[in-house]
């Protein structure tokens, strides 16, 4: 007889575990939940010593068939996801973001408000040790930051001075205090393997999830379907050491990311005319100012500040919204008295979703196979424009050489192939992230987000698992 349990977790990033989180604070005690994780679990004193190898992980080392190779998603598949790479910044979506279509016409509206994921935002911010000023300026809060806010370099205040209303520290889950888990960030500014486990991971701050006698972890083992039968999921099929088995669930939650989710969808026959299709993210360009007589580097996080000056408002009507990020790392300037008279700032343009594709490999149906059909018009004018429009704000600053890049080949945040709304007909799953047809299966992560405004996804797609869980529980 297959095991059986109440609920399989696919998956064990943030998508799975803070749905993970929730669903077993509401289950009762006899509850039985399987975690399902395709890589090993790999301790930070494990990353540490394998430094090298670890950040070597930036490709996608044969996950995945890329026929667009120029355009590389970064996947740790291993406990924790990219949750043990990411850099820890958490903003939330502005609250025009949910009604990008209704407002100026682009993108797609999402199937909820700002309002209705305010408390789960409140909640994700709690369980990632975010911190951030009180009185952001864009989105609206429920309840005070976790934590104080980070230190802000000089060019930060300078852009605070110059656009009072639109600049804020940058939210993160980089504590600006000690938590009682964590020690203090301290600005080392090589987040992508912090070396004193600071910023948030699930192996740091959840591992109590994995230790709940009512859950089991599989790791090294791959889900590759699932089971439905009459539009109702009655379990997954999971290699692990070298066979595959079949695991019984009242309830499947895949939180594998956007490119394993329609992957693994595709071969449990759930073929839909969105599923896969779309997949997106935002795109960056680095602008690097030299700065007359202003040091940088005085901030307490690797990026300090965000502005709102491009982000907002009719503008994107016409082009792509960008959120303006302050970093805050060391790129000293070799030029006696001016080493730290130089800083980074990034731009980070929306995009929407468009012929992009993920789907299975045809030579290799144990790989899903990724083409990237690059950015839309809407976010290529914004680019285009990016220079004329970064005036003001580099007016601001005292200016001695600016170079700006091009557009970075990814923001590593895979957006938009498994897409939620309300209507059955042109998304995959509803507003509460479970499918409009196999009413027992919900798909969690950033695949579910109807178009990749500015801000980070994943607080995001932390506080949509986290309203999930307590939305079919309920
Ligand atoms: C270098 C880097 C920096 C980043 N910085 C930020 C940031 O500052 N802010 C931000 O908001 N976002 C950031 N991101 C993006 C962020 O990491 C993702 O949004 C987030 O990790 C997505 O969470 P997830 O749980 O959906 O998926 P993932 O973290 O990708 O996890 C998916 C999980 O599923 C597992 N899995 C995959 N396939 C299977 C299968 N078939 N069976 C079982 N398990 C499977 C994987 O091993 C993994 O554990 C960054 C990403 C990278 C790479
Ligand atoms: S700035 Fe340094 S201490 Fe802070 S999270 Fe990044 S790597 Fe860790």
Request: glycine fraction near 8%.
């Amino acid at each position: 007889m297959p095991e059986a349990f109440d609920a399989v977790f696919v998956g064990s990033s943030f998508a799975s575990s803070f749905f993970l989180a929730r669903w077993l604070e509401l289950a009762p005690s006899s509850a039985r939940a399987l975690v399902i994780e395709a890589g090993p679990r790999r301790p930070h004193a494990w990353r540490l010593a394998h430094r090298k190898e670890v950040l070597g992980w930036r490709e996608d080392h044969g996950l995945y068939v890329n026929e667009t190779p120029d355009k590389p998603w970064i996947t740790h598949v291993e406990l924790g996801g990219n949750s043990n790479c990411w850099w820890a910044c958490t903003p939330r979506l502005a609250p025009e973001d949910f009604a990008l279509r209704t407002r100026y016409g682009q993108g797609t509206d999402w199937p909820l408000t700002y309002d209705e994921l305010e408390p789960f935002y409140v909640r994700a911010e709690t369980m990632m040790g975010v911190s951030g000023a009180d009185d952001h300026p864009v989105c609206p809060r429920s309840a005070p930051f976790p934590l104080p806010p980070h230190r802000l370099s000089a060019p930060d205040e300078a852009l605070a001075r110059a656009f009072p209303g639109l600049f804020t520290p940058q939210p993160c889950a980089r504590p600006s205090v000690a938590t009682s888990k964590r020690p203090r960030c301290c600005a080392s500014g090589v987040c992508e393997l912090c070396p004193i486990d600071s910023k948030f991971t699930v192996q740091n701050e959840l591992a109590h999830l994995f230790e709940d006698p009512r859950v089991t972890l599989w790791t090294e083992a791959r889900c590759e379907g699932i089971d439905v039968q009459n539009d109702v999921a009655r379990g997954v099929r999971v290699r692990r050491g070298g066979r595959e088995e079949t695991v019984r669930a009242e309830l499947v939650a895949l939180g594998a990311n956007a490119i394993f989710n329609p992957w693994i969808l595709l071969r449990s026959g759930l073929e839909h005319p969105e599923l896969g299709v779309g997949l997106h993210e935002q795109v960056g360009v680095d602008v690097i100012v030299d700065l007359n007589g202003m040091d940088a580097f005085g901030g307490s996080t690797s990026i300090t500040g965000h502005l709102y000056s491009l982000y907002l408002g009719e503008r994107r009507r016409d082009r792509a919204g960008a959120l303006i990020e302050v970093w805050n790392v060391p790129m000293l300037r070799l030029e006696a008295g001016k080493y730290r008279q130089r800083v980074k700032l990034k731009a980070v343009i929306e995009d929407t979703r468009g012929g992009s594709r993920v789907d299975v490999d045809p030579n290799d149906p144990s790989r899903p196979r990724v083409r990237h059909a690059g950015p839309s018009e809407w976010t290529r004018r914004a680019i285009a424009r990016l220079e004329d429009d970064l005036q003001p704000v580099l007016d601001a600053l005292p200016v001695e050489r600016v170079r700006i890049g091009e557009p970075l080949p990814t923001e590593a945040h895979a957006i938009g192939s498994t897409p939620m709304g309300n209507d059955p007909a042109s998304s995959v799953i509803d507003r509460n992230l479970v499918h409009h047809r196999v009413r027992n299966l919900v798909v969690l992560g950033s695949g579910a987000f109807p178009c990749a405004t500015p801000a980070n996804p994943t607080l995001t797609l932390a506080a949509l698992s986290l309203r999930a869980a307590e939305a079919m529980l309920a």
